[in-house]
């Protein structure tokens, strides 16, 4: 099993810096109008193509913002349906994340080196983690997918860890989303 983790682990290290090195050399691939263009030649299947980008997002590492005014740039008079979907895929994606890093079993690496600073860690995340993760997740200017990685490292419980990320992310949904509609739908 050791194997398979480590080439999990060289294949995402791989993908991440490979995407950085094509996003920085092509910035305009994360531009709104640029992801609204390609999905719109999806056809008929817009909505499915949105919602799936929405959640495999860590893995192509555009930030949720951005979806969320492509969403809003897709569908103008279904605020509702960007709203419910980016929530959606930022809470699907939360859980790719999670259970990813437990799979790779860096708790257990980070365990053997730090043994004291795991203990309190995990109490932390045992005591007070729900309401970091709502905290954390409701900040908009750092990355949520830190605390993701944060919390399937050290084994937090999954269902408090979604409900968290779900509530912190409401407010900010909600107000990308109005912002969008009111930006972009004139």
Not at 21 to 37: C, D, H, K, Q, R
Not at 92 to 110: C, E, K, M, P
Not at 157 to 162: D, Q
Request: proline share 4%.
């Amino acid at each position: 099993m050791f194997g398979i983790r480590r080439i999990a682990l060289g294949f995402w290290l791989f993908l991440t810096f490979s995407l950085l090195g094509f996003y920085a050399s092509n910035p305009a691939l994360l531009e709104p109008e640029t992801l609204v263009n390609a999905l719109r030649q999806s056809g008929q299947y817009i909505a499915l193509g949105y919602v799936g980008l929405s959640v495999v997002r860590p893995i192509t590492l555009i930030p949720s913002s951005v979806l969320i005014i492509v969403g809003t740039l897709l569908f103008p008079d279904r605020y509702w349906f960007v709203f419910a979907s980016s929530l959606a895929g930022i809470v699907g994606s939360a859980a790719l994340i999670y259970y990813f890093f437990d799979f790779l079993g860096l708790a257990t690496l980070f365990e053997s080196k730090h043994t004291s600073r795991a203990r309190w860690l995990e109490h932390q995340v045992r005591t007070k983690g729900f309401w970091i993760v709502v905290g954390w997740s409701a900040f908009p200017f750092v990355p949520t997918d830190l605390i993701c990685y944060v919390a399937g490292t050290l084994r937090m419980n999954v269902g408090k860890f979604l409900v968290g990320v779900a509530l912190g992310e409401l407010p900010i949904v909600g107000l990308y989303v109005a912002g969008g509609v009111q930006l972009f739908s004139r």
